[in-house]
């Protein structure tokens, strides 16, 4: 009955001390970062009413934590972070002026097949421009994610440009059927350019969606988006794909250095998404890192149609690529992260009756900046002798007329500061 109190469910994890470091200094930094850049923070609760996503367009509903309060209503824990701010916007806020922008980070669940780093709970932070529906906002959401994923320390990293609407006026126009649309569109999203032959059999496209799939598949170039505008021959296409071009352009004027590709094959949540999405991967990471793009068409569900943009990013992602750069540079995330030290700690050892001077001692420790743990047992030599072998922590003894360091050179009590002080100096820096 009592076989699985040892293990977590599957989907999430425990956060060991190292792990826990480093996500919590991913957390300071992003946070910082998003406060720094004007953005409005804003929080909402990890618990929602079912009828936030029971539309099935902002969520699959198989993949939502759903039970029943003491009254009978459907609830559920929160999927993402943009449809939660999105009530908001419709309710609290629905008096606050546009256009502004709003970032939030906090704790996500979801049910998700096992395999390619899915997790069922994990913190996501997001950004959300609400608001403007021009070129300019687009370019300025991908420039807040460059800024984003280069706050936390990683050093490689490829945005991949698309959108969605122009496809979605190809389709009109292509008149395919049903199954022949859903073919083509999976072919696109998977890249499958071996599979238009069989496409063409099959559904019998005609020579000029062929061309235009060719291109949209393996070109990466800006002048594929003038070729595919005068083949599609369709206003709307191309004012599309020309938007397309304006906000490449744009990134590249904003951050000439930014590693950016263009790539039409992005036709993710075609449902959700309006216009220009995106996509950032790392190295040693087979799935994005983080996404986003314009979804002009989700406020209006709560009362307060505005166009909007934005992208989110999943903490753990972001730790497994610093994890593989680490690896290739030979070195450790909390290195990367520089909190490498924040493990390094004092440990106090004290005779009862010197417990007043212990406690002295500890304030001026962490007054120096040196973390200090009291502890709470008898002092007994041979278990701080097995702690001093199997711990970095620096060992001090303390006692009415004795104050010694366990792990390093015994020093005299009258010198006690000035030898405290270059201790301390020494174990911060990693020398001690």
């Known amino acids: 009955m009592n076989k699985w109190k040892y293990f977590s469910p599957e989907g999430v994890r425990d956060l060991l001390p190292t792990e826990f470091l480093a996500e919590e200094e991913l957390r300071r930094r992003l946070t910082e970062y998003l406060h720094q850049s004007g953005l409005r923070g804003l929080g909402t609760p990890e618990i929602e009413f079912y009828d936030l996503y029971a539309s099935g367009r902002f969520a699959p509903q198989e993949g939502l934590f759903k039970f029943i309060d003491e009254r009978g209503r459907i609830l559920c824990l929160r999927y993402d972070g943009t449809i939660p701010l999105a009530r908001v916007l419709g309710t609290s806020l629905r008096e606050h002026q546009l256009p502004d922008g709003f970032w939030y980070l906090g704790s996500v669940f979801r049910y998700n097949e096992q395999g390619g780093g899915k997790l069922r709970a994990f913190q996501q932070a997001g950004v959300e421009l609400i608001g403007s529906g021009g070129t300019r906002a687009d370019a300025e959401a991908l420039r807040l994610a460059s800024g984003f994923l280069a706050t936390t320390g990683l050093k490689e990293y490829t945005f991949a440009l698309g959108e969605v609407s122009y496809f979605k006026y190809l389709l009109e126009i292509w008149r395919l059927d049903a199954e022949a649309e859903a073919a083509v569109i999976a072919a ?11 496409l063409t059999e099959s559904y019998g496209l005609s020579a000029d969606i062929v061309r235009a799939l060719e291109m949209i598949m393996t070109r990466r170039d800006i002048g594929v988006l003038e070729d595919l505008s005068a083949l599609a021959s369709d206003s709307r296409v191309r004012e599309a794909l020309d938007n397309l071009g304006a906000v490449y352009a744009a990134v590249r004027q904003i951050d000439p250095e930014v590693n950016l590709v263009l790539d039409l094959t992005l036709l993710q949540s075609m449902e959700y998404y309006t216009g220009t999405v995106f996509k950032a991967y790392a190295p040693g990471l087979a799935y994005p890192l983080l996404s986003g793009g314009r979804y002009d068409n989700v406020l209006a569900n709560f009362s307060r149609p505005a166009p909007a943009t934005g992208f989110s990013s999943s903490l753990p ?16 995330v909390l290195d990367i992260l520089g909190v490498s030290n924040k493990l390094r700690r004092a440990r106090i050892y004290y005779a009862l009756p010197a417990y007043n001077r212990a406690v002295e001692l500890s304030r001026e420790l962490i007054g120096a900046g040196l973390p200090t743990l009291l502890d709470w047992e008898d002092y007994d030599p041979n278990v701080a002798e097995a702690v001093r072998e199997g711990s970095d922590d620096l060992l001090i003894y303390v006692d009415l007329d004795d104050c010694r360091v366990l792990n390093g050179a015994d020093f005299e009590p009258s010198r006690r500061t000035d030898s405290l002080t270059e201790i301390i100096a020494r174990y911060a820096k990693g020398e001690a």
């Open 188 to 198: 696109v999203q998977s890249q499958a350019v071996a599979a238009l032959p069989t």
């Open 317 to 332: 992602f972001i730790l497994r690529a610093l994890s593989w750069q680490a690896k290739n540079r030979d070195e450790g």
